[in-house]
């Protein structure tokens, strides 16, 4: 199983859109996909909702009791661990459920091709979890948003995590997400953004679409959705998509 945490501690930059339709391609694909919900909000979860394991909760990987994980269909498919409200707790608890969090995750099936985890949009010791056990890592981030003191502490974080607690975490990069083409400023956001950080970009970008909010209400991928232009939304974001798995080498075949 190689996991991904989408993580940004900005919120409403894209990270729960980016979870969900990743997981709805990849089992597409033909993958075994777990997601892992760890914002109290729940968006992915509620999304997800119809993939729900039952009894359990993501809040529980960081208990001292073992997950009792179930046993997983082989065929493709997406089970969710949801969130709860206990989770904003974790935030306060000693380091220690960090430990918790690892050994639990470590235990997961390893009938899963790939696991995702959605994390909130404040720093603290879920997303810090998430990035010590993930293989790698993505950051959707809004160019309307964007500021370089933002950056910054998200690369710092980032690189923080790789030098002191997780060697193997690959930073595939920040991922452009909500991009309004037709905005001058937001153009010249993404340059300002390839110029200052040509490394930690990945060449790829999820467009702001209508069409993607009205997936969400509907709990579809926007390609699910039956209007033309989702269809058009839909090819542009598996792009992007298909660019993560490949980076991550979990790619259907690979
Ligand atoms: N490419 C897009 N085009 C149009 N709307 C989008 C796009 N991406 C996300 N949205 C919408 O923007 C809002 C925020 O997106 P999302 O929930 O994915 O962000 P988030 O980073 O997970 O937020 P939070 O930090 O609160 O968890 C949602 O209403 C979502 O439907
Ligand atoms: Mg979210």
């Not at 809040?59 to 493709?76: D, H, K, N, Y």
């Not at 206990?86 to 935030?91: C, F, G, R």
């Not at 010249?188 to 990945?202: C, E, H, I, M, S």
């Not at 579809?220 to 490949?246: C, F, S, Y």
Request: aromatic share 6%.
């Amino acid at each position: 199983m190689k996991t991904l945490t989408v993580a940004n501690q900005k919120g409403g930059v894209g990270k729960t859109t980016l979870v969900v339709h990743l997981a709805h391609h990849a089992a597409e694909q033909g993958l075994r996909v777990l997601v892992v919900d760890l914002d109290s909000q729940r968006n992915a979860s509620s999304s997800l909702q119809t993939y729900a394991l039952p009894q359990l909760q993501s809040q529980m990987l960081f208990g001292e009791a073992p997950i009792a994980w179930p046993v997983t269909a082989m065929e493709p498919h997406i089970d969710l661990l949801e969130g709860g409200a206990k989770l904003v707790e974790i935030d306060r608890a000693p380091v220690q459920v960090i430990n918790a969090f690892l050994k639990n995750m470590a235990s997961a099936p390893g009938s899963y091709d790939l696991c995702l985890i959605d994390t909130p949009p404040v720093p603290g010791l879920r997303t810090q979890a998430a990035l010590i056990f993930a293989d790698a890592a993505v950051a959707p981030i809004d160019l309307d948003q964007y500021a370089l003191d933002g950056i910054k502490s998200l690369l710092q974080t980032v690189t923080g995590i790789k030098s002191k607690y997780n060697a193997k975490l690959d930073f595939l990069g920040m991922l452009p997400s909500r991009f309004n083409t037709h905005s001058p400023a937001q153009r010249r956001g993404l340059t300002d953004l390839l110029a200052g950080y040509p490394k930690f970009v990945l060449p790829a970008a999820i467009a702001l679409r209508s069409s993607i909010g009205e997936a969400a209400a509907e709990r579809l991928p926007v390609w699910k959705i039956g209007k033309t232009a989702a269809k058009e939304a839909g090819k542009e974001i598996r792009q992007a998509l298909d660019l993560i798995l490949n980076r991550m080498g979990v790619s259907h075949g690979a």
